[in-house]
């Protein structure tokens, strides 16, 4: 079993920066690939980014490449997601997600724990 609370959303103005953070706990953090998703208001949950167990594979959706950034700290049981150049666009619940199925997995159904999410809203 593994418990994910995410942190680091909020309001921000266009060009803006945040960083969202996702802290895990239960056993072996470090055996799960960690993904983002978001949820915008009437729409489906989109997949944003995964990072693999060992930290060295990345994906990220079309979207936010060369903007948004995962990475995690297995000592620490956390994993976060830098997000920048924001736009209003972005705006969304943000949640991250847990699983063993696969080594970077854009699918939601393969994840097999979640957070409660984050909201960041960027203004224009």
């Known amino acids: 079993q593994v418990q994910l609370v995410e942190s680091g959303g909020g309001l921000v103005q266009a060009g803006g920066s945040l960083r969202l953070s996702c802290a895990a706990s239960?056993?072996?953090?470090?055996?799960?690939?960690m993904g983002w998703f978001r949820q915008a208001p009437g729409k489906e949950r989109d997949f944003v980014a995964v990072i693999d167990w060992t930290g060295s594979s990345t994906n990220y959706a079309d979207s936010v490449k060369g903007r948004f950034t995962i990475s995690r700290d297995n000592a620490k049981n956390t994993v976060y997601l830098q997000v920048n150049s924001l736009n209003t666009g972005d705006t969304a619940v943000y949640y991250c997600?847990?699983?063993?199925?696969?080594?970077?997995?854009?699918?939601?159904?393969?994840?097999?724990?979640w957070g409660q999410g984050t909201q960041v809203t960027v203004s224009s």
């Open positions: 997600a847990a699983t063993r199925w696969g080594r970077t997995t854009r699918n939601a159904d393969n994840y097999d724990y």
């Open positions: 239960g056993r072996a953090f470090s055996s799960y690939s």
